[in-house]
């Protein structure tokens, strides 16, 4: 079995964060399922950089030590699990215009679930305070990972620091009754301070979420949603917009392996701007809705999807045809289609999913794209990819391969600027002891925006990790 023990990058320093994760045991006990759990970790990483901040004007090289610490609670019952972890990084530095010794990526997270005989209860909040030049696209604890890309994740290269605050919520009932309810909700807010950029505003994002299902019968399902969003900025024109919809809702068992689900709705969109001292309102109404046909297959799925939104830049509209497929040893998911975009440009769009484990190694790879509008109603054309290949050399040391490649351009609408990130990652890790991990490699980096040049960066980096599980 392959490790997945690796470094996930913070700007151009990579340390591994142990949290809430698997971690090797100390004195080689693994804790049971059920009860308080309590997980330690400690990360020293020690990296030369040439270009730490990615600034395309001036390449200054830096050399810092960072020393990140984690501590982790989970107490796992039969219906209910609550999460606590606190993490952050000593960071000593040596570079132009930086502190000697900084407190940064400091992090606080709060979960707890609940699974009732009908009913579910989801709830988590996070803080995070960090510094925005070290701030990494590709880290794969960003806040809402499922969210797309937004204007600003990939050309952060400005001083000062970044405050995330975010909370969601989710609760569901009569999973196994005809009529069931579904409200769920999350609110994020982002605050830059010491900041040059003018584009590293303040925002407030507040979504709510409530749906209602009805079962009519044994194939067929029906469903009323109700969404809203309040999104606040301090931008220029301290933009205020509320967006509201309604929507109407069948899913439809065609056969015992076809299924059709559909939906309509409608759509408003109100926007307060301040433009030349004048408080103006926008009204922007629009038709949205879904169609998906789906074929269960013996080793997997095919279907094909309609997708109609609106935003308020105008109309766009998304078709796809998608093909799931089970492997020996893995697995790959195809998606291919087009959306024409607001400015009524047909641009093609899909995702590509692999996955293959073999005796000794492991290779995953993930490309997408797709149109999307930003929190900031900014139409995006969005490509990410990204290649993970692990090898383990013998029972003690492994070597793993990353690279991860994101672009955000323009697709109608308003001016943006284009922006291309990659980052090319090789490592080599090997276990000292059982409980310590010594991990070594080199990383480089690209950042290319429009209007503002290119940068890139080398870094070679060494780590010695320890992490280890307490059960009161």
Same mark, same amino acid.
């Given at each position: 079995?392959?490790?997945?023990?690796?470094?996930?990058?913070?700007?151009?320093?990579?340390?591994?964060?142990?949290?809430?994760?698997?971690?090797?045991?100390?004195?080689?006990?693994?804790?049971?399922?059920?009860?308080?759990?309590?997980?330690?970790?400690?990360?020293?990483?020690?990296?030369?950089?040439?270009?730490?901040?990615?600034?395309?004007?001036?390449?200054?090289?830096?050399?810092?030590?960072?020393?990140?610490?984690?501590?982790?609670?989970?107490?796992?019952?039969?219906?209910?699990?609550?999460?606590?972890?606190?993490?952050?990084?000593?960071?000593?530095?040596?570079?132009?215009?930086?502190?000697?010794?900084?407190?940064?990526?400091?992090?606080?997270?709060?979960?707890?679930?609940?699974?009732?005989?009908?009913?579910?209860?989801?709830?988590?909040?996070?803080?995070?305070?960090?510094?925005?030049?070290?701030?990494?696209?590709?880290?794969?604890?960003?806040?809402?990972?499922?969210?797309?890309?937004?204007?600003?994740?990939?050309?952060?290269?400005?001083?000062?620091?970044?405050?995330?605050?975010?909370?969601?919520?989710?609760?569901?009932?009569?999973?196994?009754?005809?009529?069931?309810?579904?409200?769920?909700?999350?609110?994020?807010?982002?605050?830059?301070?010491?900041?040059?950029?003018?584009?590293?505003?303040?925002?407030?994002?507040?979504?709510?979420?409530?749906?209602?299902?009805?079962?009519?019968?044994?194939?067929?399902?029906?469903? @009323?949603? +109700?969404? !809203?969003? =309040?999104?606040?900025? #301090?931008?220029?024109?301290?933009?205020? *917009? %509320? &967006?509201?919809?309604?929507?109407?809702?069948?899913?439809?068992?065609?056969?015992?392996?076809?299924?059709?689900? @559909?939906? +309509?709705? !409608?759509? =408003?969109?109100?926007? #307060?701007?301040?433009?030349?001292?004048? *408080? %103006? &309102?926008?009204?922007?109404?629009?038709?949205?809705?879904?169609?998906?046909?789906?074929?269960?297959?013996?080793?997997?799925?095919?279907?094909?999807?309609?997708?109609?939104?609106?935003?308020?830049?105008?109309?766009?509209?998304?078709?796809?045809?998608?093909?799931?497929?089970?492997?020996?040893?893995?697995?790959?998911?195809?998606?291919?289609?087009?959306?024409?975009?607001?400015?009524?440009?047909?641009?093609?769009?899909?995702?590509?999913?692999?996955?293959?484990?073999?005796?000794?190694?492991?290779?995953?790879?993930?490309?997408?794209?797709?149109?999307?509008?930003?929190?900031?109603?900014?139409?995006?054309?969005?490509?990410?990819?990204?290649?993970?290949?692990?090898?383990?050399?013998?029972?003690?040391?492994?070597?793993?391969?990353?690279?991860?490649?994101?672009?955000?351009?323009?697709?109608?609408?308003?001016?943006?600027?284009?922006?291309?990130?990659?980052?090319?990652?090789?490592?080599?890790?090997?276990?000292?002891?059982?409980?310590?991990?010594?991990?070594?490699?080199?990383?480089?980096?690209?950042?290319?925006?429009?209007?503002?040049?290119?940068?890139?960066?080398?870094?070679?980096?060494?780590?010695?990790?320890?992490?280890?599980?307490?059960?009161?």
């Amino acid at each position: 079995m392959i490790r997945t023990h690796g470094l996930i990058g913070t700007g151009c320093l990579s340390v591994l964060f142990l949290g809430a994760g698997p971690v090797p045991a100390q004195q080689g006990s693994t804790p049971q399922v059920g009860g308080p759990v309590l997980t330690f970790g400690i990360s020293s990483t020690l990296s030369a950089t040439d270009n730490y901040n990615l600034d395309p004007n001036n390449s200054d090289s830096a050399v810092l030590f960072d020393h990140r610490l984690s501590f982790g609670y989970e107490n796992r019952r039969a219906i209910d699990t609550l999460r606590f972890d606190l993490d952050g990084v000593v960071r000593a530095i040596d570079a132009p215009g930086s502190g000697s010794r900084t407190i940064d990526d400091g992090t606080a997270r709060l979960s707890y679930d609940r699974e009732g005989t009908n009913s579910r209860f989801r709830t988590s909040a996070e803080y995070n305070l960090t510094s925005v030049n070290f701030l990494d696209p590709f880290d794969n604890n960003r806040f809402f990972a499922d969210d797309p890309l937004d204007e600003t994740d990939l050309k952060l290269d400005d001083r000062g620091e970044r405050e995330q605050i975010a909370t969601r919520f989710s609760f569901e009932t009569g999973i196994n009754d005809p009529l069931g309810f579904i409200v769920d909700g999350r609110y994020r807010e982002r605050n830059y301070s010491d900041t040059t950029d003018p584009d590293l505003f303040d925002t407030r994002v507040l979504n709510v979420n409530g749906t209602t299902r009805f079962t009519l019968g044994p194939k067929t399902r029906a469903r @009323v949603a +109700l969404r !809203y969003e =309040d999104y606040s900025a #301090d931008d220029a024109p301290q933009t205020d *917009r %509320q &967006t509201s919809s309604i929507s109407l809702g069948l899913t439809q068992a065609l056969s015992k392996i076809d299924t059709l689900d @559909v939906s +309509l709705g !409608y759509q =408003d969109i109100e926007t #307060d701007e301040t433009i030349l001292g004048v *408080r %103006q &309102t926008d009204d922007d109404t629009g038709i949205i809705g879904s169609a998906a046909l789906t074929r269960e297959l013996t080793r997997g799925t095919i279907g094909t999807s309609f997708d109609l939104r609106e935003s308020v830049n105008g109309q766009t509209a998304t078709w796809l045809v998608n093909r799931a497929l089970t492997l020996p040893r893995g697995a790959i998911e195809i998606s291919l289609g087009a959306t024409s975009d607001v400015s009524d440009t047909i641009r093609p769009v899909g995702s590509f999913n692999f996955t293959h484990e073999m005796k000794r190694s492991s290779l995953t790879a993930r490309v997408e794209r797709q149109v999307t509008t930003s929190t900031r109603s900014n139409e995006l054309r969005v490509t990410r990819a990204s290649v993970d290949y692990r090898y383990e050399i013998n029972s003690l040391s492994d070597l793993s391969l990353t690279a991860n490649f994101a672009e955000l351009a323009r697709s109608g609408g308003p001016e943006v600027n284009d922006t291309i990130r990659a980052d090319l990652r090789a490592t080599y890790s090997r276990e000292i002891t059982r409980d310590w991990r010594l991990s070594s490699g080199y990383e480089y980096r690209v950042r290319d925006e429009d209007n503002n040049g290119s940068a890139t960066s080398n870094r070679i980096f060494l780590t010695l990790e320890r992490g280890f599980v307490f059960r009161p």
